[in-house]
């Protein structure tokens, strides 16, 4: 999906001519995705959108020293500060920690009417959320991935997305509430958000196209079982 992404796969031992530049189906997916307008998802998903709005899609960090627990306690404390935003929760993925991270949205969204808890989004109403939010706060990769194609600012949190590339929608902070304050702050201040409207997209687009061509004009044609390792020269 990136030439950053393309070198790293030569050097697992890949030959240069076998490996393709073809873009990301995510980003093609959230162009592509169906809109739904903003009174249907309301009416959908029993949410209300504000002037300002904020997703948060929090997964477990598993290879993380502080515990799941004391991680969404971070965020959730975070998120308790800003009472004229509008937070709508996404699931968190099957990974050990689920569970609780599941529980205690459920818990917090009870007890602050500013927001709300959607279990089950599918694609189209997960990127029309998006849409009519500001941004998104949490480790998910949609946040790297699909929301600068809109021009969307990202505050991820932790070391979970660690090694892909960004673009300068997206804030990186520590899991702690503190930053995660300052970063959410840092979203809708004038300057970052003039300067989302000049965000640079890093992926292409058409990957479906191209990857479907390559099927049928390499592949199909240059199938060789026995792979050699190739060895990159210094």
């Known amino acids: 999906s990136h030439n950053e992404y393309k070198k ?8 240069p001519k076998n490996v393709f530049l073809v873009g990301s ?7 592509n995705a169906k809109n739904f307008k903003k009174k249907e998802i309301e009416k959908k998903l029993n949410i209300k959108f504000n002037k300002r709005n904020l997703m948060v899609s929090y997964h477990p960090e598993t290879i993380s020293k502080i515990s799941v627990k004391a991680q969404l306690k971070e965020l959730l404390l975070a998120i308790k ?12 993925n099957v990974d050990p920690g689920n569970n609780e991270i599941i529980k205690s949205i459920k818990r917090f969204v009870k007890r602050n009417k500013n927001t709300f808890f959607a279990s089950s989004l599918g694609q189209d109403l997960f990127f029309s959320c998006i849409k009519y939010s500001d941004g998104m706060v949490g480790n998910s990769s949609s946040g790297i991935i699909e929301l600068p194609v809109l021009r969307k600012g990202t505050v991820n949190i932790g070391h979970r997305q660690e090694g892909r590339v960004r673009t300068k929608s997206i804030i990186d902070t520590a899991c702690k509430r503190k930053n995660i304050i300052l970063s959410i ?5 004038k300057k ?7 965000n640079i997209r890093p992926f292409k687009k058409s990957t479906s196209k191209s990857i479907v061509s390559i099927i049928n004009n390499k592949i199909k044609k240059d199938i060789n079982v026995n792979k050699k390792f190739f060895d990159l020269k210094f």
Do not use: D
């Not at 790293?8 to 030959?15: A, F, H, P, T």
């Not at 970052?192 to 000049?198: A, P, T, V």
């Open 8 to 15: 790293r796969v030569i050097q697992l031992g890949e030959n």
């Open 25 to 31: 189906l995510g980003q093609e997916n959230i162009l």
């Open 81 to 92: 500060h800003f009472s004229n935003i509008n937070f709508i929760f996404t699931s968190p």
């Open 185 to 189: 702050n840092k979203l809708y201040s």
């Open 192 to 198: 970052f958000q003039k300067n989302l409207k000049n």
